[in-house]
């Protein structure tokens, strides 16, 4: 493996506030870099945080061959730092580089690449309560040569922002609206990779819905557009007649970490649990009996934000009179104790730091 060159800055920045800042809106003093060149990956480096220069013909600027992830650092009430799934966050990544013909990484390479960053920033892992530090890995072409190709020439970053809670609501019930219209992704598409051009396609849809008053979309099957597919930016979970349903993974849905850990976590409980299909009419058949329960977004981000409303044309279906439901708050509370180190993990998913 190779070896990281670390080269400090000489112009460290004040620590922030994570209550007086937006998500993702403060970043650290460096970041990760590496190229990828004449067919293998080249000098990784931590250097300081600051912009990329790249040539008007890049690649990514005209073709769009660009992925990235989402992950997080925690503080423990020891003063530890642990991260929570990298390994997942790591393979899911390969494969979205897989989809998009960019090179893959190492995963050893990508672990230490992790560890030796966020130590370097640990300083800037917050201490609050529900507070961590975002860590957001990208890969784009850079090749500065027009023409519909695969990329040659690439380059890998990684970037590190304190945050507080995704929603402004924290855990209150989020509204949203379910997209009639648009669709984010197909089957044969890359709604499975985690890459910059399903998230493009969703920002018109988003931005309808928050003139609306609503906090996300909620999309549809793109062919017959009739099943529940996935939030915007997260998965979706439906809790009806006692039993947890979420969309099944066909393609077009990103393999969320947050979801996968939800199902692990009710598996081992003994909470019923499907992924399969689930249909808008039976979502709103649930509603009209009174057997849809409560329901939830989740993702690496929010965690899980409880759904208090959903609106599809014109219609609006009102779920656990916009309270938060029981289950949605028992995994929360599961999931993130685990996170943060306040009770023992017994899956091993979480990963020390320093």
């Known amino acids: 493996m190779q070896e990281i060159r670390i080269e400090k800055t000489k112009n460290p920045k004040p620590k922030c506030d994570v209550a007086k800042v937006g998500f993702g809106t403060v970043f650290t003093d460096h970041m990760f870099v590496m190229d990828y060149k004449d067919g293998k990956w080249q000098d990784p480096r931590i250097v300081p945080f600051g912009p990329f220069s790249i040539s008007p013909a890049a690649t990514v600027l005209h073709y769009a061959p660009e992925i990235f992830e989402g992950l997080k650092a925690y ?160 998965n979706v979970m439906f809790k009806i007649g006692g039993k947890v349903i979420t969309p099944m993974l066909n393609g077009s849905i990103l393999p969320g970490v947050t979801r996968k850990s939800l199902i692990d976590i009710m598996k081992r409980d003994g909470i019923p649990c499907e992924e399969r299909l689930i249909s808008l009419d039976e979502i709103a058949k649930a509603v009209k009996d009174g057997k849809l329960e409560e329901c939830w977004c989740c993702g690496t981000a929010a965690v899980v934000g409880p759904i208090g ?46």
């Open 75 to 234: 503080r423990t009430p020891e003063g530890h730092i642990q991260m929570f799934r990298p390994i997942e966050n790591i393979r899911r990544m390969n494969n979205s580089a897989e989809r998009m013909c960019l090179p893959q990484m190492d995963e050893e390479m990508f672990m230490a690449a992790l560890k030796t960053l966020v130590t370097v920033e640990k300083d800037w892992v917050p201490h609050e309560p529900y507070t961590s530090l975002y860590i957001r890995p990208v890969m784009f072409g850079t090749d500065a040569k027009l023409g519909v190709h695969a990329p040659r020439e690439v380059t890998f970053c990684i970037i590190l922002s304190p945050v507080g809670p995704y929603f402004k609501e924290g855990m209150s019930p989020v509204k949203m609206l379910i997209e009639k219209d648009d669709v984010r992704a197909v089957r044969g598409g890359t709604g499975f990779a985690k890459c910059g051009g399903n998230y493009a396609a969703s920002l018109r849809a988003g931005e309808r819905a928050e003139e609306a008053g609503y906090s996300q979309v909620l999309w549809l099957d793109a062919v017959e557009k009739k099943y529940i597919e996935e939030g915007g930016g997260m």
């Open 309 to 354: 409303e959903l609106l599809y044309d014109g219609k609006t279906y009102r779920i656990n009179d916009f309270k938060t439901g029981p289950m949605a708050q028992r995994l929360y509370d599961e999931l993130t104790d685990i996170q943060w180190g306040k009770k023992p993990d017994p899956f091993g998913w979480t990963v020390p730091v320093c």
